[in-house]
């Protein structure tokens, strides 16, 4: 059984969704919404999502080039930086802010585990999380449904500083900034 002791939770899984997904994420992703539902971990830096609706809006813009099969939306960030789920890969993280992706584990029991047994440190290695800390202490942890996030108005803009950082609606964030940088291929 997967715990995560300091779930905030925002809402329950539908039957549409562990229908739709059953089969495209493994188990332990199953496994969670059952008993967790949506909702959100680790310091309020990791959010359950809703794949569907991820999906639907930026589905074309995940970057997936190698391996089998499609990658799956299964968690964001507080910083607007999306989780996948790769069926011949594992856990990838796409660090929007940062232009790049990253390893987070062959399963989601693995950055599970580690961040419920390193918290902060581990999240700040395997995401770079550096401006979380400071953007909470000034802004408060986002709402689920919502993210710390500069949405540059060119793709060329250079990483943002903590007084760029606004809160911002989950999915639009996510999907604005890949529309304007493009897809990190990986």
């Known amino acids: 059984m ?28 199953i496994e969670l919404w059952h ?6 971990f680790g310091e309020g830096f990791l959010r359950l999502i809703d794949p569907g ?16 099969g499609p990658a799956v939306p ?16 594992g856990v990838a993280g796409l660090l929007l802010r ?20 390193h918290g902060a ?6 995401f770079d999380w550096a401006p979380y800390p400071d953007a909470v202490a000034r802004h408060g942890v986002p709402p689920y449904d919502q993210v710390l996030a500069h949405v540059p ?11 760029a950082l606004e809160l911002h609606p989950a999915l639009a964030a996510v999907e604005a900034l890949l529309e304007r940088q493009g897809p990190i291929l990986h």
């Not at 995560?4 to 994420?25: E, L, M, N, S």
């Not at 008993?35 to 959100?40: A, H, K, L, T």
């Open 153 to 163: 108005r060119r793709s060329d803009d250079p990483p943002p500083a903590l007084d």
């Open 74 to 89: 299964i968690m964001v960030t507080a910083l607007a930086d999306v989780v996948l789920w790769e069926p011949d890969r």
């Open 2 to 29: 997967l715990e995560i002791d300091d779930f905030v939770p925002h809402g329950p899984v539908q039957a549409a969704t562990f229908d739709a997904y059953d089969g495209r994420v493994p188990a332990e992703i």
């Open 121 to 126: 440190a581990h999240l700040a290695r395997a």
């Open 98 to 117: 940062r232009r790049r992706a990253v390893g987070l584990g062959s399963r989601p029991r693995t950055l599970l585990h580690l961040t419920s047994k």
């Open 53 to 68: 609706a991820y999906e639907g809006r930026i589905g074309n813009l995940l970057g997936k080039m190698i391996g089998e």
């Open 35 to 40: 008993r967790y539902g949506y909702g959100s």
